[in-house]
C-alpha cells in the first residue's frame, strides 16, 4: 500500500460502519475490525443471527467506511476516511484461527464474543479502497496480490 494516510486510519481506528443492502434497502453497522497485514482482508465479527449476516448471505458486496475525525470543525480539512469495498464471506478452521488471533490482538476485549458459537468471522476480500482527504480529495487505491 502506498497510500499513508490509509494505512494510518486502518492501524489507528478500531471501528468502522458495514454497509449491506437487502433488495435495494441500505442497512449499516457499526463494526469492530482489523485489516491483514497487507491490508488485502478486513476482518469483523457477527452473530450470524442478525440482518447484516442474512443481508451478506444474500449478496456479499459490501464496504467498510472508518475515518479518524474527531468531531471538530477542522475535520472539515484534517480528517481521513477510508472506504473499502469487496465481497464478505464467513471464514472457518486454520483461516478462521489465524484471522482469530489478528482480530482478538486489536479487540481483546471480544474474546468470549468470538468464542460464541453462533457467532461468525467474517473476511471481506478488499478490492478497491477510496480514501477522502481534505474534504474533498479522493484517491483510490487497489491491494497488490
Do not use: W
Not at 491483514?36 to 478486513?42: D, P, Q
Not at 475515518?67 to 472506504?83: F, G, P, Q, Y
Not at 489478528?102 to 468471522?121: I, K, M, Q, V, W
Amino acid at each position: 500500500m502506498k497510500n499513508e494516510a490509509l494505512k494510518k486510519v486502518l492501524t489507528e481506528q478500531r471501528f468502522a460502519v458495514l454497509a449491506t443492502h437487502n433488495e435495494g434497502q441500505p442497512h449499516g453497522s457499526l463494526v469492530a475490525f482489523a485489516a491483514s497485514g497487507n491490508f488485502r482482508n478486513l476482518y469483523f465479527a457477527t452473530i450470524r443471527e442478525t440482518r447484516k449476516y442474512e443481508n451478506m448471505a444474500r449478496d456479499p458486496r459490501v464496504a467498510l467506511v472508518a475515518d479518524d475525525r474527531m468531531n471538530r470543525e477542522s475535520d472539515l480539512t484534517r480528517a481521513v476516511a477510508v472506504t473499502a469495498v469487496g465481497e464478505a464471506r464467513e471464514i472457518t478452521g486454520k483461516e478462521r484461527t489465524e484471522a482469530a488471533a489478528a482480530f482478538l490482538s486489536r479487540h481483546g476485549g471480544l474474546t468470549d464474543f468470538l468464542e460464541n458459537p453462533r457467532c461468525a468471522l467474517m473476511k471481506v476480500s478488499v478490492a478497491k479502497y477510496f480514501v477522502v482527504s481534505e474534504f474533498g480529495n479522493v484517491a483510490e487505491e487497489v491491494p497488490v496480490p
